[in-house]
């Protein structure tokens, strides 16, 4: 079989989406050796995340032909005619969308969607960006063969929003990077605590800085803990919601205890993780939360919020708070760093429950997907 990738993400994306992309055709094409992977990115540039997909036999990648839609035009309707010439048979858009005239292109077709957040929190999205999101998004949802949501929370937006058949769509978890399962040693957390020049105790909360990933909630709630407790904080500044984030801090007189890592070289972010005494968050609205995933994997209690789909990744032995109750939330992280036996067994039981994002899982899922595609498109 031959499987056609949209790539912008895995190609250009460090963090979320490209973390997606890479892991899904990484899985599968190590599931099936004899399938051949075609990955169609507007272009391609030197990113070491893509190291290990490059290195597989049976994956390849493919540009816009020199005359022709280049960019994002080439994306959104050149593919099509490569997907014809290449005798693809299935295309898979991993990041909510297709090309828009995927249905003309007579290739079976699915669609990965991660999250309706655009209609669920419009107040964090431009209105532009919003009719752009809802009209792209959309328009995959209705013309692929299958969808696959990335949790049932999705599942349920994306029925609810765009009016889909809720057999069409397959709940597919999504796995994290291989590298959080290994257990780190004391020496290997010694090396990044002096390199980072990390607090001694921290809580770390992990994602892009902006109002819905709520670190705000998170700085308050530090006010009131231990003054020996320190925040990391890793991700990027979305739309200078740092800004307000730092005046809390200066507020409540926690600003040197708070401390950001911005472009953090991934491959540290297991031994972070393993390093912290507690994994935070109070988002409040996600399509799946990987931090949360990637918390358990690391041996970490973890708090996340309650109001979407964070007890899917986090399981029964998560704390879950009020998004808009700091005290809840500082209540939760003294819980976990100053409790006992009871700490210690939550732990373990998250890690079970973490086996059940088996990635070798995930990827007999997707196959399975793939072929209920083909099979809806042939018997239109």
């Known amino acids: 079989m031959i499987i056609g990738y949209d790539g912008k993400r895995a190609v250009s994306n460090m963090t979320g989406l490209g973390n997606y992309s890479r892991l899904v055709i990484e899985r599968v094409a190590l599931a099936e050796p004899l399938d051949k992977l075609l990955i169609y990115t507007p272009k391609l ?6 190291a290990p997909i490059r290195s597989l036999h049976n994956v390849e990648f493919r540009l816009p032909p020199p005359q022709g839609f280049q960019g994002s035009l080439w994306r959104s309707f050149g593919i099509s005619n490569n997907l014809r010439a290449d005798k693809v048979d299935i295309y898979h858009g991993l990041s909510n969308e297709l090309p828009l005239n995927i249905s003309k292109s007579g290739v079976p077709s699915i669609v990965t969607m991660h999250d309706v957040i655009y209609r ?3 107040e964090c999205y431009k209105p532009l960006d919003r009719k752009i999101y809802d009209f792209k998004y959309g328009r995959a949802c209705r013309n692929a063969d299958r969808i696959i949501a990335v949790s049932e929370c999705t ?14 769509i397959d709940v597919i978890y999504q796995g994290c990077d291989e590298s959080f ?5 004391p020496e290997e957390i010694a090396e990044l605590r002096q390199r980072l020049n990390l607090p001694e105790r921290f809580i770390l909360q992990v994602g892009t800085i902006e109002k819905r990933k709520n670190l705000e909630q998170t700085v308050r709630a530090l006010s009131t803990l231990n003054p020996k407790i320190e ?13 307000r984030v730092d005046s809390i801090a200066e507020e409540l007189g926690v600003t040197n205890r708070i401390h950001y890592y911005s472009g953090l070289d991934f491959k540290d972010l297991p031994t972070l993780n393993q390093a912290a005494d507690v994994i935070a968050y109070p988002s409040r609205y996600e399509g799946f939360g990987i931090p949360v995933l990637e918390g358990l994997e ?6 996340a919020a309650t109001g979407s789909c964070l007890e899917e990744a ?6 879950y708070v009020d998004p808009d109750s700091p005290a809840d939330l500082a209540s939760a992280f003294n819980a976990l760093i100053f409790g006992g036996r009871e700490v210690v067994d939550m732990v373990k039981a998250g890690k079970e429950y973490a086996r059940r994002f088996d990635t070798d899982t995930m990827a007999g899922h997707l196959l399975n997907s793939y072929a209920r595609a083909i099979e809806a498109f042939h018997s239109r």
């Open 298 to 303: 690391s041996l970490r209690p973890v708090v």
């Open 45 to 50: 540039r030197e990113n070491p995340r893509l």
């Open 155 to 168: 599942k349920r937006d994306v029925v609810r929003f765009y009016g889909v058949d809720p057999d069409k």
């Open 120 to 122: 669920t929190m419009p």
């Open 231 to 243: 925040l990391v904080v890793v991700g990027r500044d979305h739309h200078g919601y740092k800004k």
């Open 181 to 185: 399962r290994r257990q780190r040693s």
């Open 314 to 319: 986090g399981g029964p032995d998560t704390l």
